[in-house]
């Protein structure tokens, strides 16, 4: 692909970008949110048309005008976006237009048994006939990988394929990504893990504002120097300081949490200005612990205390009345109102804010908060009266986290706060975390990259299977970590219960 | 929506899902004891005739409108398509003295014609389902008005034509058991509509378009064509439903048919199909519409006055739904 | 037995004619000791739902049946069925093509517009341009009305012009505008015909709106009609003689229980009224509210 | 949704949405200079009136739909909802003798309480706004008749009735300008809901929950509480249409109503708001009700058969929206 332009109205998202990829190759592409990855691999799938440039294929010029040329040219992508139908079974989303047929039927059983097929060979255990719509979206992103696995394509384009999976599963997905190399298939990939990069791919291409900024063998280069090709300047990566938090006062208690399978009799209490991580494999339970405090989901038991008083929180309401604030792990689903704009998302939580007597808004008010928050995270957007649902998605991120940094709780419950965020953005994402903090903050993140909770955390939470296995202090090895998010019931020892109470 | 259960499945097939849809029936059955209760006439069974017969034209085109909803999209035009096929039925039997095979190929043709327009109004020309089917809607109201020439065309020169509602096939063969052909045919396309949904394709797209059709157009899926193809499979029903009405009352009656597009989509959703698409069934569709019917029978049966049945029958639907949700968040 | 059961199906029952239908036969109902239900579609092009009521109503196994066909032929095989069932059916507004009715108690609508027709050219004076604006295009009292009128107008008034046609539904606010437009593109009309009581309520209301001064005559009665040809805004109006229909009709369904000979049609006559003669007795006694 | 570009701004103040928003008159400017140019009587004053004064009733109903519609509901309960209202106006005036005001005042707080109703069971018991406003339209039809006693109930004792929508303010004041009052009103009530919908916190809201309903509720916000506003606003705008109604015919007829909901929104949608929700402008929706009563107006005085004029506005609803859709695409 050379000299690709791509503008949408107000926005010039691709300008002569250019990109290669050869057989067998792993080929990273890098770049800040915004910079036009997406953009660069929907214009080779065929879901953009290109205002400029060429796409050669063996040599060859192509015209990829639909996503159906790019599948019967050999291209195949999994989208940053999900795509799957919702309603649709895991094995019915795989095979959508290719369904396996008998006497002009649809072969339902043959359909499960190829599905079944692909997920035995990625090691995954799923049932192909589950709806998508009751996956985690963990497995869903799986889905969307053993779709794109099973047209065997030569091209295949991974945008950020890894962004909701666990370390396991990521372990998983590049034996499957060796194999495929082995068998001659190109891949793309573009992730915001730099550790990722270099385990994975053989080359990176760089680009910066939509533009092509180089291509650099992976082994030998420095991740410094490709981050600082991404953003254009180095990033200093101290270490954050940790201050001790263990006499400040508990803002959030939670006691003897409860529901069925997915809740089990959790405890814990996070102090004012403390960041507490919550740990675990996917599934276990995190995200519902999160949404059962916050309100959005009914609990069956357990008490919740915030700043030593009992609570009541029985919808998300009263948790923001209680000043808990909740970003959820699904920013498109659950996060962001795709139809308004950046202003009134970042306003969301707060309208109530800038109402004025006869409920006229103080649209004034709002534009300088929104616009202090695209400043200060750096949200990358034409103005704040873009629409939401255009933004990158790492910058829909910023936004609806901005939404919650307007709202000004003293408890905030981060779900996979950096989730397709870029290494520049994330690091401010930290020092962001850290100041909120320090500020007296009490703050919850849960995360499945064990790093960024290792770095984050003052103490660390484990889950497994809706249990609480374990409270580990800051600064805990992996190792320790694991072993906690791996105790499964059977296996529980007695001396656990001690650490628990700890 | 993660408080409330997932749904019932959706291909028909799912035992689970067949058990859930036997308690969707609850509503029906609890009209149906209430009204038995009521009246000794309710139960009897030429009124259970009665509702089945009423019930076959509106369940007809609310199967047709089922699986357009399922799409994500909406049909207005079905009341008027039926009269404009019905007309159409009448133009080639009547004015123009065919035999009766040609008479009901051009109804459901004409249907097929008109589906395959709104269709591609709406997949080509991006036109909303709802202007497009409303357009058409008002379009084929008129076209009926001009072609009968503003007058019922009767079928008196097809002798057979009434008995294809109001005959029965299963009366001659098992006296005592006098089902009219109409229900029959009404169970047939609810079988067949089942089948397209459960094992073919077309099915498969059509929940899958109501799902998410940006994903099913990345996937590389001719999206417009299988949308036109449902619009079409709609039209081709509401022929049928055409050919119902007309042979019932042997007579193609170009004023009817507006209105029945809202008492045809009130049917579908009663029956727990999602307005926004990717999810439905044709049972609960027939359910729906036998509900309709029911109520509107068992009020007449028990000499309601007309202004409160009016009353009653807007209460009844709003709590049927609802009890339908209270069960759903149950299981 | 005496509590006789009779439901009536009519072809309508929102509109004022119907319900002063229902009100003639709820005096007869409360005069003869029956008990009376009365039914009927929402608009009169719904034969298949009139279809639906007539078979719960025979479900309901009721004494004697009352009927105003919206479509005779669709209706035989049900009033075979009643008549197989010994339920007596009496037919009223316009007749039912089939021999099962014992009688009808009908109004003739043809020539009722006639007449209107006949006044219309009176207070022209005999030419010029005029309209109707009518209920409905398909069902029987329209096409009457309008036939009735055109008919007599083509036949006996050589100078007058019947410049537009149109159909209202019977709803006052659209049968306003339709008058409005018909007013506005035509500034030479002299009068329009309203052939139902919502058409002539609209025109008059147009002509209020446009302060035209245009001859309107109307149809059926009602208060506001009633008040409009006492203004002066309606000419004047045919009224036929509803709570007659409805009252022979529950007359005529008793007297059949009790064995009673009936005549083959009850005619209950229509008038031409208008500010001279609306107090008259004979003639008050019609009119509804 | 790709392909399609932004839509126009939603606050209604933005100068690129206003630009945009200019365009979109261009299908209703075409049907007024086709009309012209085919009869000397379109553009006279009087018929101009005669079309502003046909827009107001459908207008005002149409501005409530838009509210509900924007959240991602639908209302199919405006039409006899404004019969509703205009009965109790007659019962509070004619039945009881009240004072002008009241009656104003009632009908428009019967509106509001059936919002309210309406907005509780889709809210509070989860019952999808399609059926809820279903049941709601059957239910104040038949309360309707019972209230009146099937009657129409006539406002010859309260003597200013008809002028709230016939007399004009303006024509008093500035002579040879006699815009009715109703017309007034219209612009009166498009105002304010422009106002409402682009200036306040419930107008923020509206859009919001047509947005992502989960999301709002998810940022601590009483959703239910907003979205019972929302409904009770387009009652009382209902309500409104009500009196318009009955000013107009000087009368409450109760059977009137059925099938005004359709026209509504048609308006509404030909107007450019999207009934998944998310996005509409008030003005959009005046000039797709405008556009609804100068093709009905123009087809009447050019004495287009009654037939035909369906085939044409059908066909010429289509083009209209997707000349819309052409000039978005283009922008
Ligand atoms: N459909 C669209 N309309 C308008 N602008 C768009 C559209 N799609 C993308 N953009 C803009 O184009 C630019 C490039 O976006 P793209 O999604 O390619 O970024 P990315 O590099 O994939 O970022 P991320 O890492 O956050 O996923 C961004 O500024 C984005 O806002
Ligand atoms: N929408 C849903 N429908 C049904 N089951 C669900 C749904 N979401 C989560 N679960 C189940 O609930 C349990 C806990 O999931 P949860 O999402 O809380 O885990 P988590 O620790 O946050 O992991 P993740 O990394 O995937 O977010 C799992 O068994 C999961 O499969
Ligand atoms: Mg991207
Ligand atoms: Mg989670």
Redesign the interface.
């Known amino acids: 692909m050379t000299g690709i332009d791509k503008n949408f109205p107000g926005v010039r998202a691709l300008s002569q970008a250019r990109f290669e990829l050869l057989p067998g190759e792993v080929h990273a592409l890098m770049g800040e949110n915004g910079a036009g990855k997406s953009t660069l691999m929907k214009v080779l799938s065929g879901v953009y048309a290109r205002d400029a440039g060429e796409v050669k294929l063996d040599g060859r010029p192509v015209e990829i005008t639909s996503p159906r040329q790019a599948q019967d040219a050999g291209i195949s992508i999994i989208h940053q976006e999900l795509a799957l139908m919702r309603d649709l079974t895991a094995a019915q989303n795989i095979f959508i237009g290719r369904e396996p047929r008998r006497f002009g039927l649809l072969d339902e059983a043959q359909l499960n048994r190829d599905a079944a097929a692909i997920f035995a060979s990625m090691n995954l255990r799923l049932e192909p006939t589950v709806p998508v719509e009751s996956l985690t979206i963990a497995k869903q992103q799986m889905v969307e990988i053993a779709k794109a696995l099973s047209y065997r394509s030569r091209v295949l384009i991974m945008d950020e394929p890894t962004a909701a999976l666990n370390d396991a599963e990521i372990a998983e997905l590049f034996a499957i990504i060796n194999r495929l190399k082995a068998e001659g298939v190109g891949v793309v990939y573009i992730s915001h893990k730099m550790d990722e990069i270099k385990r994975i791919s053989d080359r990176v291409t760089v680009m910066r504002d939509g533009e092509y900024v180089g291509t650099v063998p992976a082994a030998e280069t420095p991740i410094e120097t490709i981050i600082s090709m991404m953003v254009g300047r180095t990033l200093s990566n101290q270490a954050l300081t940790i201050p001790n938090t263990a006499n400040a006062p508990v803002a959030l208690e939670v006691k003897h949490l409860n529901r069925g399978r997915e809740i089990r009799d959790v405890s814990f209490a996070v102090r004012q200005g403390e960041i507490l991580g919550f740990a675990g494999l996917m599934g276990a339970g995190r995200t519902e612990v999160a949404r059962a405090i916050f309100g959005a989901d009914r609990r069956e038991s357990g008490e919740i205390w915030v700043h030593g008083q009992r609570v009541g929180i029985s919808t998300p309401r009263d948790a923001v009345a209680k000043g808990i604030g909740y970003l959820s792990e699904d920013r498109k689903l659950f996060g962001l109102a795709t139809g308004l704009d950046v202003r009134n998302n970042i306003a969301l939580a707060s309208l109530d804010r800038f109402t004025g007597p006869i409920g006229v808004l103080d649209e004034a008010g709002m534009e300088k908060a929104a616009k202090e928050h695209i400043r200060q995270l750096a949200i990358k957007t034409p103005s704040d009266t873009q629409e939401a649902r255009l933004l990158s998605g790492g910058n829909q991120q910023k936004v609806v986290i901005a939404k919650w940094l307007l709202r000004d709780c003293d408890i905030l419950i981060f779900d996979e706060p950096t989730r397709g965020i870029d290494v520049g953005a994330k690091s401010e994402i930290y020092k962001l975390l850290n100041n909120l903090a320090a500020q007296g903050k009490a703050i919850i993140v849960i995360s499945s990259e064990l790093p960024e909770i290792l770095r984050l955390s003052h103490r660390i939470a484990v889950m497994c299977e809706g249990r609480l296995t374990g409270i580990l202090p800051g600064g805990s090895s992996q190792e320790e970590i694991m072993h906690l998010a791996t105790m499964r019931e059977a296996a529980m020892a007695p001396d656990v219960e001690v650490r628990h109470a700890g | ?4 259960a ?2 019932a499945g ?2 028909g ?2 035992i689970t899902g067949a058990f859930h849809r036997l308690l969707a029936f609850s509503g029906l059955l609890a009209l149906v004891v209430v009204f038995s209760l009521a ?1 000794p ?2 139960m ?1 069974t ?2 259970i005739l ?1 509702i089945l ?2 019930t076959s ?1 509106n369940g007809v085109l609310a199967i047709a409108a089922t699986l357009v909803i399922i799409t994500g999209g ?1 049909d ?1 035009s079905v009341g008027t398509l039926m009269t404009f096929c019905a007309v159409i039925a009448g133009v080639v039997l009547t004015y123009w003295g065919l035999p009766l095979p040609l008479g009901i190929l051009g109804a459901i043709l004409a249907g097929t014609t008109s589906g395959l327009i709104s269709g591609t ?1 709406i997949a080509k ?4 389902p ?3 089917t ?10 009926s ?2 072609i009968s020439g ?3 065309i ?1 079928f ?1 020169d097809t002798p057979g034509f ?1 008995q294809i509602s ?1 005959g029965s096939v299963i009366g001659t063969m098992v006296p005592g058991l006098p089902i009219p052909n109409g229900v029959l045919i009404l169970f047939a396309v609810a079988l067949l509509a089942a089948f397209i949904l459960g ?3 077309l ?2 797209y059509t ?2 378009l ?3 059709e ?9 999206v417009d064509r299988w949308k036109i193809a449902v619009y079409a499979t709609a039209g081709s029903i509401c022929g049928i439903a055409g050919l119902l ?1 007309a042979s ?4 193609a ?4 048919g ?2 029945y597009e ?1 008492e045809a ?2 049917a579908v ?2 029956g727990g199909t ?3 698409g ?2 439905g069934t044709v049972l609960g569709t027939l359910i729906g519409a036998l509900i309709i ?1 029911v109520l ?2 068992g009020l ?2 028990l ?1 309601v ?11 009844i ?2 709590l049927a ?2 009890a339908d ?1 209270l069960r759903r968040r149950k299981l | 037995q005496d509590n006789y059961d009779i439901a009536l199906i009519s072809k309508g029952f929102q509109h004022q004619f119907w319900q002063a239908v229902k009100a003639g036969a709820d005096q007869a109902a409360a005069d003869l000791g029956v008990t009376v239900t009365f039914e009927g579609p929402e608009t009169e092009s719904q034969v298949d739902r009139q279809m639906d009521m007539l078979a719960a109503a025979l479900s309901r196994q009721p004494d004697a049946i009352g009927f105003a066909a919206l479509d005779s032929q669709a209706a035989t095989p049900l009033l075979q069925q009643a008549q197989d069932a010994g339920i007596p059916v009496i037919a009223f507004d316009s007749g039912v093509d089939s021999d099962i009715p014992l009688t009808t108690a009908t109004t003739d609508n043809v020539a009722a517009a006639a007449l209107a027709a006949d006044k219309m050219a009176e207070l022209i004076g005999g030419e010029g341009k005029v309209a109707i604006v009518a209920h409905d295009q398909t069902s029987r009292t329209g096409i009457d009305r309008v036939e009735g009128f055109s008919n007599r107008v083509k036949e006996a008034y050589p100078n007058i012009e019947i410049v537009s046609v149109q159909y209202g539904g019977g709803d006052q606010l659209q049968s306003t505008e339709i008058t409005k437009s018909i007013l506005l593109a035509n500034p030479d009309l002299k009068g329009i015909f309203g052939a139902n009581e919502g058409s002539v309520l609209g025109v008059a209301n147009g002509k209020q709106e446009l302060g035209s001064d245009i001859v309107v005559i109307g149809y059926d009665s009602g208060a506001a009609q009633k008040a409009f040809i006492q203004s002066g805004v309606i000419a004047g109006a045919i009224t036929q003689n509803p709570v007659g229909i409805g009252y022979e009709t529950v007359k005529a369904a008793v007297s059949a229980l009790k064995g009673e000979e009936l005549p083959k049609i009850i005619d209950t006559g229509f008038y031409y009224y208008d500010n001279t003669n609306m107090d008259d007795p004979k003639i008050a006694a019609v009119l509804y509210d």
Not at chain 2, 125 to 128: G, N
Not at chain 2, 305 to 315: C, I, K, L, N, R
């Open positions: 929506m993660t408080d409330t997932a749904p959706k291909s097939i799912r009246s006439n309710f009897q030429q009124n009665a017969q009423a034209v909406i207005l109004v020309l991006k036109v909303p709802f202007i497009a409303l357009g058409m809607m008002l379009i084929l109201k008129g076209l008005l001009v503003t007058r019922p009767y008196n009434s109001l094992k073919t394709a099915g498969r929940f899958a109501g799902s998410n940006e994903a099913v157009r990345l996937s590389g899926v001719n009405i019932r009352l042997n007579s009656q170009p004023a009817l507006q209105g809202l989509i009130a959703v009663i999602s307005l926004s990717g999810r019917s509107a029978n007449r049966i000499s006055a007309q202004e409160w049945q009016t009353v009653v029958t807007g209460t639907i709003i739904v609802y949700i």
